[in-house]
């Protein structure tokens, strides 16, 4: 497609002030984060002797490194189980011809609509009634369920793309329904199971309602939910709050900018049409 070349520039401006936009806040917060502890950051003013050392200061005031293991912890519980789920599910609703699958799917569908929110006083009940409260179980098995409409529907729209032929081929060569599914499907929707990762990934360590609600110690909770108890007791200590608050979200940026590739890889190759 050939643009003029007013269009060139226009579009080059956009991307510029959307980059600068998404930009802003992370600056703000790192020029805030570097000023001397006890002061009041004002603007974008950037400090003339930078104090490198509140992020080591806030990493030892919000005990991150007990932190980081209880988020790694959740993420191993969620994450795994929640993408193999879906992906077999995606087959049978993709790939399979699964009595009443367009109900389940429909069913599925309808959960997309079901916000966080409208059910987290039903699961601190649950969650208590099971003698899982203030424990990561409480965290890791609403994400499983709440993460499948989402899944399920990813996976099925790749799986719905992929030629059924390749799937009668391998029958006509002898493959099980099971063979069909690890040495076949699987292998080509690489692409969609790892951007699915890295969405399930990023959510789970942000993951910051149901760690508030449902787990009251702060070391058994993602790094996102213990913002809230860091907050609490630095709140008036806005430069060791914001260098905490990077911190936390360091790794989720340096995951995405690790895997890009493969998550956009999954959208040119149409994983979420359907």
Known sequence: MNLSRREQVIGRAFLIALIVVTLL??????SAALQPRGTVPS????PSDPQWGNFADAF???NMGALLRSS?????GVVPVSVLIATMAGFGLGQLRVPGARLVFGL???GLTLPFEAVVTPLYYQMQDLGLLNTR??????LIGLYMPFAVFWMRAHFTNVPVELSEAARVDGSSTWQLFWRVQVPLARPAIASLTILMFLWTWNQFLLAIVLVDDASKRTMAGALGAFQGQWGTDLV???????LILTPTLIVFLIF???????????????
Do not use: D, N
């Not at 806040?25 to 790192?30: I, R």
């Not at 603007?43 to 950037?46: H, K, N, S, T």
């Not at 790694?72 to 191993?76: E, F, M």
């Not at 179980?137 to 609403?142: R, S, T």
């Open 25 to 30: 806040p992370f600056v703000s917060m790192l």
């Open 240 to 246: 060791l709050l914001c260098a905490g608050s990077l």
């Open 60 to 62: 030892t005031a919000a």
């Open 108 to 110: 599925f569908l309808l």
């Open 72 to 76: 790694l912890l959740i993420v191993a």
């Open 260 to 274: 890009q590739r493969q998550f956009i890889k999954a959208l040119i190759q149409g994983s979420v049409k359907g």
């Open 43 to 46: 603007g974008l003013e950037w």
């Open 137 to 142: 179980w409480a965290i890791i098995l609403p």
